[in-house]
């Protein structure tokens, strides 16, 4: 029989609240035969303040042995800002090599959008993981004095690029559409823009069948508030990336649908899964997040270790419940997840 | 008799046309007894093609001797990207030390915007105009092999975060609602971040009267869309500033209305309006392109210089020629700055 060896951070915030949700439906969709193993990992704004770790090494190893990882959410005003996000989620993206953080962006029938007119979204961000102003190269000298000087250093390598940019063009590839914008700000970061824009042309002779464009990361905002419509796949830097899919995740009926997937696609390592959104301290507690970004994540796990019927099943659960939702009467975190799992085993 | 010496840089695409009818408003405006005289600098895609040169020393100089200077559009497709921008537009920030890229954002009434309900937006943002990611200090090493490395380094100072944070303070206090949001990214860039966040505690002492906030760019980004009306001033680095004001011209009815100014508010060395648009080659020479933004930095450039009662009635002629614009019967470039320039003057 089969199994799945799930490591489960719930973090903090209404990380807690989600995951559990997002266990629930997992539990609904997986065949009968597979096992499911999973295993808590007490990370976060709690740990640290009991001892100081972010992710300690044994922390580390032992998540290695797993087939993936579903996260919540890291983050809490009591905490310095960076701490948790440097020493734990970015570790985890870093010490794992996600490369490719993959979010998608589909406006859902029935659900808010800021838009007038509701255009027609569905694509993909393919944000690079491991490079780019994330690297923490940074420093700052004669800190808090008025002569301080702070860099950050953003690092872009032909390795890390090449590997992301040619995982986009295969997931265009597999689309309908075909088609793949990469986004950057060549004209001003000249170095790193030049280099992307290379292998984006040198990778894509591969791809003869796939449509590609270039825009300026200024010029991409525009398009994604009047004419989201025109984006299929698009590839994109670490921090352009992370801007970018928080003003997809927007446009497409709030943060509390979107999902992504921390991939390495080499399997060297397991992959983890997270909701866009980040620990809304100020909710936490009351019933009132929306668990649909954590189990669109659970989807997104599910595909990426070849459960994908089981996904489309997640998905299809979420699109039908979204479409028949009664704004009028909110569910609690609770409510909403029983609903999904019993969509998704029913 | 009092004198107004401009120094005019039409540039690429449609930079000539939106910048003859920024100079006929400006020139309707203007008080009778002001001596206007202009220089026109031949600069752009057509200078480097013709001689190599960008930004040459000799016209740099000349340039200096200048109230101010309108820029209408730099960029062409026929030139490598950042050969024009980095060697003209952003030399011309540098060297000039403009270091309060300032950037108004209002919905016009009658005007169109991708977002349903038509919110009230209002805000300015303040973009630090000659630090961060876009000092050039970045490099590659193995160009175009497979080794390549490529860097961008985000330089920060307090003497720049400091000088521009304060500018930031002062238009704040002076507004109604005394509102100023700081925008950075500072759980991941955490040495520029904190040095950011820390001037912007600091100065603000000094400010009792205003209401202080941070947002991270990216959440930053969702309430650009969902709730614009929040905001009032914005103070943030160069690339945040650069793709936030894009997304912000987007929803207050495009980029064809979005002005701006390069300011040096020491006044050591002249200040530069342009607006935000591009070139836009595949419109030039069509009579298609709004001048309305280059109309509204004239604005801002009469404000700059003094100019303050003729500054409003240039934007008094704006938001009247909105209102009562006909969508129906589209006009030329030429039609709009005669229409703009009979109401300045009359
Ligand atoms: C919390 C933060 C470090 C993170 C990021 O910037 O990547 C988040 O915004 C995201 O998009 O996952
Ligand atoms: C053309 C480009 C260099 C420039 C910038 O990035 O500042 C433009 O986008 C702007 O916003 O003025």
């Known amino acids: 029989s089969r199994s799945l060896r799930l490591a489960v951070i ?11 949700q997002g266990l629930k439906v997992l539990a609904a969709a997986l ?24 992710l300690p090494d044994a922390d580390l ?46 406006l859902f029938p029935n659900t808010a959008t800021p838009l007038a007119g509701r255009p027609d979204i569905d694509f993909v961000v393919v944000r690079e993981g491991t490079e780019g102003p994330y690297v923490g190269n940074g420093g700052s000298l004669r800190t808090g004095t008025p002569a301080e000087v702070a860099t950050e250093v953003s690092l872009n390598t032909a390795y890390g690029v090449e590997r ?76 352009f990336g992370d801007i970018l899919t928080d003003l997809a995740a927007a446009v497409t009926g709030g943060i509390g649908l979107a999902a ?33 970004a954590t189990v669109l994540s659970v989807a997104l796990l599910l595909s990426h270790l070849g459960y994908a019927e089981e996904a489309a099943r997640i998905e299809a659960a979420v699109a039908q419940d979204l479409a028949e939702r009664d704004a009028a009467t909110p569910r609690t975190t609770d409510e909403t997840g029983d609903a999904l799992a019993a969509r998704v085993a029913g």
């Open 164 to 239: 992301v940019v040619r995982d986009a063009y295969e997931r265009a590839n597999a689309r309908p559409r075909k088609k793949l914008t990469l986004v950057h700000k060549n004209n001003v970061l000249v170095h790193a823009g030049h280099l992307w824009k290379n292998i984006f042309d040198q990778v894509g002779q591969e791809y003869p069948e796939v449509t590609t464009d270039y825009l300026h990361v200024d010029a991409a905002t525009i398009f994604f508030v009047t004419q989201p419509e025109r984006f299929d796949v698009i590839v994109t830097d670490n921090l």
């Open 31 to 54: 065949p009968q035969d597979v096992k499911l193993e999973t295993r808590n990992y007490d990370l976060g704004a709690r740990r640290w303040h009991a001892t100081g770790e972010t």
């Open 260 to 292: 992504s997937g921390n991939i390495n696609p080499s399997g060297a390592f397991p992959s983890m899964f997270e909701p866009v959104h980040g620990s809304a301290p100020d909710i936490a507690g009351t019933g009132k997040a929306d668990p649909t």
């Open 10 to 20: 719930p973090g903090d915030g209404i990380g807690q609240e989600v995951v559990a």
């Open 61 to 106: 190893e032992s998540l290695k042995d797993h087939d993936a990882i579903l996260l919540g959410a890291i983050g809490d005003p009591s905490v310095p800002s960076g701490v948790l996000e440097r020493g734990l989620l970015l570790k985890l993206r870093f010490a794992f090599d996600h490369y490719v953080n993959l979010r998608p962006s589909k």
